[in-house]
């Protein structure tokens, strides 16, 4: 079995996919990307967190079919994107590129306390890093 699937059974054994509609859009993009040089665990992980909904899997599926058109090799220009759109999100958008961005550098994440976000947006980011989790051990 390839990396590509084990990554998505162990996701889906771990009921970590919200929906059926999150399942799909992330299989997509993970089935789509997941061979080209620039695909990381990093950005297997924001292929993740993009998939909760319609918008977000919509921006991720631009930006990559871009680096491909581009031949990109690696998500430097991706990173660099992600803090000019992360300093112009309101509140829980800016922690979500802010995890993206700990996801592309592979550092970790910690969202502050103090944090004002809605339960739905801290649930989805609590959940991106137990899917970050499960990825790494791949």
């Known amino acids: 079995m390839n990396w590509k699937d084990r990554v998505?059974?162990?996701?889906?054994?771990e009921k970590l996919f919200e929906d059926s509609g999150h399942?799909?859009?992330?299989w997509e993009l993970l089935d789509c990307y997941a061979d080209y040089p620039f695909f990381t665990k990093g950005?297997?992980?924001?292929?993740?967190?993009s998939a909760w909904d319609e918008e977000h899997f919509a921006i991720m599926l631009e930006t990559l079919t871009s680096m491909c058109l581009g031949q990109e090799?690696?998500?430097?220009?991706?990173r660099i994107q992600g803090d000019?759109?992360?300093?112009?999100?309101?509140?829980?958008?800016?922690?979500?590129y802010q995890l993206?961005?700990?996801?592309?550098?592979?550092?970790?994440?910690?969202?502050?306390?103090?944090?004002?976000?809605?339960?739905?947006?801290?649930h989805i980011?609590?959940?991106?890093?137990?899917?970050?989790?499960v990825i790494d051990k791949i």
């Open 8 to 13: 998505f059974l162990r996701l889906d054994e």
């Open 23 to 26: 399942r799909t859009r992330f």
């Open 43 to 49: 950005l297997c992980k924001c292929t993740y967190l």
């Open 73 to 78: 090799t690696n998500t430097e220009d991706m």
């Open 84 to 96: 000019s759109l992360a300093e112009v999100q309101p509140d829980a958008e800016y922690y979500v």
């Open 100 to 122: 993206s961005n700990a996801f592309l550098d592979e550092r970790p994440f910690i969202l502050p306390e103090e944090a004002s976000i809605e339960p739905m947006q801290r």
């Open 125 to 133: 980011i609590e959940q991106a890093l137990k899917a970050a989790r």
